[in-house]
């Protein structure tokens, strides 16, 4: 198996111990950043109860292009992103976490790589935030109907955003209902590039109606 280059660099945890946490969280950053500011974004979630995990991108990025580029304009990178996220949600299941305790999260690129798996291979999780992002390239994919069936989403942006365009988010919002997922998606006006305070509310009740679904009865 080729080096995947992705995996190089380690992960960062924080939150409640894996071994107590209600759940956990995959958050994954965006084009040049690194866990730190998913880090700096989970504290506004103001949650004890969930385990965080977070990928580091080689050289801070996922892939070197646009997400609207072609896909072949993109690789070898992207395919080594997707098989981090198989990786690291393998590993999270080995740890404990039945996907029905796994979230994904991600802004800007990493919103764009999660929404991309979501829609090509399996991603077994039990909800999805995507913050400003979209499935990649520029043709229309065609994910298998039902496939993400069980699985809840939201997806958030900004209207005049200077990388993402609205209509990708819209549409990436489409093709998760055809393939099954409860979608709660929302286009804020404005041209900033960055989390919203709604969303962060919107995830934060996410995590506390799976917290509730998953909490052991007393």
């Known amino acids: 198996m080729a080096h995947n280059k992705h995996l190089d660099n380690e992960p960062v945890r924080w939150g409640a111990d894996s071994d107590t946490a209600l759940g956990v969280v995959l958050a994954v950053h965006g084009r040049g950043q690194s866990p730190a500011y998913m880090q700096e974004q989970a504290a506004?979630?103001?949650?004890?109860?969930?385990?965080?995990?977070?990928?580091?991108?080689h050289a801070d990025t996922?892939?070197?292009?646009?997400?609207?580029a072609a896909i072949d304009d993109n690789e070898p990178d992207l395919s080594m992103a997707l098989d981090a996220i198989d990786h690291y949600l393998i590993a999270l299941q080995a740890a404990g976490f039945g996907?029905?305790?796994?979230?994904?999260?991600?802004?800007?690129?990493?919103?764009?790589?999660l929404a991309h798996h979501l829609l090509t291979r399996s991603t077994p999780v039990t909800a999805a935030i995507l913050c400003t992002g979209g499935y990649l390239g520029p043709d229309r994919l065609d994910p298998a109907i039902g496939s993400l069936s069980g699985i809840s989403t939201v997806l958030r942006s900004i209207e005049n955003d200077p990388f993402v365009p609205s209509h990708r988010v819209d549409d990436t919002a489409t093709l998760l209902r055809l393939a099954g997922?409860?979608?709660?998606?929302?286009?804020?006006?404005?041209?900033?590039?960055?989390?919203?305070?709604?969303?962060?509310?919107?995830?934060?009740l996410l995590m506390q109606l799976i917290s509730t679904a998953t909490s052991p009865a007393t």
């Open 44 to 57: 506004r979630l103001e949650t004890r109860d969930w385990h965080f995990f977070a990928p580091h991108a």
């Open 99 to 113: 996907p029905e305790r796994i979230v994904v999260w991600g802004f800007s690129q990493g919103a764009c790589l």
């Open 62 to 68: 996922w892939y070197p292009q646009s997400f609207l």
């Open 181 to 204: 997922a409860s979608v709660n998606c929302r286009i804020d006006p404005g041209d900033e590039h960055v989390i919203s305070d709604e969303a962060i509310d919107t995830a934060k």
